[in-house]
């Protein structure tokens, strides 16, 4: 005789998927968790900044740079995600590093932004010279 044990299997399928969402949710909510600015104002809806996000890079898991329409430039370090101040209210296109060195945004009328990763130096504004 020939016993099928679907009443024990399914469940620990329905407990894993729940946990798989459980843990899926808290980690979504700790990366995406409120930006405020220094001088304590906190973007609410929708988190974490409300401009369109144009390009991504990541030196690392504990180092990614994100930016965005109006001079929107975010970075993550490992447990948080911070509004950095980029200078300008251009778009900005696209985001690219040299591993452990220099970081370097493009945007809206040829502007270049560079930072440096090892200090925590302002964004540069490399081109045009006269841009807002």
Not at 7 to 12: A, D, F, G, L
Not at 23 to 46: H, M, R, Y
Request: aromatic share 10%; net charge negative; proline share 4%.
């Amino acid at each position: 005789m020939h016993v099928h044990h679907t009443s024990t299997i399914r469940p620990i399928k329905i407990l894993l998927a729940a946990a798989a969402f459980i843990l899926f949710f808290i980690v979504s909510q700790q990366a995406w968790a409120k930006i405020c600015s220094q001088d304590t104002w906190c973007g609410e809806n929708p988190l974490p900044q409300g401009n369109h996000l144009n390009g991504v890079w990541a030196d690392s898991g504990i180092d990614i740079f994100a930016v965005g329409e109006a001079g929107t430039i975010l970075h993550y370090n490992g447990n948080n995600w911070t509004d950095m101040d980029s200078g300008t209210t251009q778009s900005l296109h696209g985001v690219w590093g040299n591993r452990g060195s220099d970081v370097f945004v493009v945007g809206e009328d040829g502007i270049i932004l560079r930072r440096t990763l090892k200090d925590d130096f302002p964004w540069v504004l490399f081109l045009p010279r006269n841009s807002t």
